[in-house]
């Protein structure tokens, strides 16, 4: 069955730096686009940023360009978040998410992992 | 960027009941929408894409409907593990966007 995995997370002071990482299983990882999606505590949710399958293309939320920086490794089953410059702003929990493949939708999630960026 | 505008921001309904959530769009997403649910410390669960298909697994009382900018999510009969939060979500210009969410609750 399809599994996605987030780890990385914790504790970061203000301009500080934070790489979170997503383990793929039970699916191709290489067929599909991927992204990540955060949730502040007591929020909705924030689409971050999306990569496709090849890595040929990236993009970003406005809130995060510049800043964070989304790759994957498909010989890995792998998917990374490079978080710099991090603002009290970015706590969250962090989602990876698997696009639907045909369709618009994001068919599987991680449990998250938080991420908390705090003095 | 295409705002997605979600409401009621809370429903209120009791079990049995049918519930009508809405979702506009500041811009046409033809048929590009999503609706996820929700609940407490979970991740979100994709219910329905592409505006009215549903997703893998859910049940048939989650349709979904509409296309252009204003889309609609119906639960026909509410069972009491469908009170959650809902959101939709669009695809757009290479761009992703979510509604702010609709809670759904118990009566």
């Known amino acids: 069955q399809v599994q996605l995995v987030e780890s990385g997370g914790g504790l970061v002071k203000p301009g500080g730096s934070l790489r979170l990482s997503c383990a793929a299983s039970?699916?191709?990882?290489?067929?599909?686009?991927m992204s990540w999606i955060r949730q502040a505590p007591g929020k909705g949710l924030e689409w971050v940023s999306y990569?496709?399958?090849?890595?040929?293309?990236?993009n970003y939320a406005d809130s995060v360009k510049g800043r964070f920086t989304i790759s994957r490794d498909n010989a890995k089953n792998s998917l990374y978040l490079q978080m710099n410059s991090l603002r009290a702003e970015d706590t969250a929990v962090y989602y990876c998410?698997?696009?639907?493949?045909?369709?618009?939708?994001?068919?599987?999630w991680g449990q998250g992992t938080l991420v908390t960026v705090s003095s | 960027e295409i705002v997605l505008t979600q409401s009621p921001v809370t429903l209120s309904l009791s079990p049995g009941e049918r519930a009508t959530l809405s979702c506009r769009a500041s811009?046409?997403?033809?048929?590009?929408l999503a609706w996820y649910q929700q609940k407490p410390g979970q991740a979100p669960r994709l219910l329905i894409y592409?505006?009215?298909n549903r997703a893998t697994g859910i049940p048939a009382r989650f349709s979904g409907s509409g296309s252009g900018t204003d889309f609609t999510l119906t639960i026909s009969s509410l069972e009491p593990e469908d009170f959650a939060v809902y959101y939709c979500?669009?695809?757009?210009?290479?761009?992703?966007?979510f509604g702010q969410g609709t809670r759904l609750e118990i009566k």
């Open positions: 811009q046409s997403v033809s048929s590009y």
């Open positions: 998410a698997r696009d639907l493949g045909g369709g618009t939708g994001m068919g599987y």
């Open positions: 979500q669009q695809r757009s210009n290479w761009l992703i966007t």
């Open positions: 990569i496709s399958s090849s890595s040929s293309y990236t």
């Open positions: 592409d505006a009215s």
């Open positions: 039970g699916f191709t990882f290489s067929d599909y686009y």
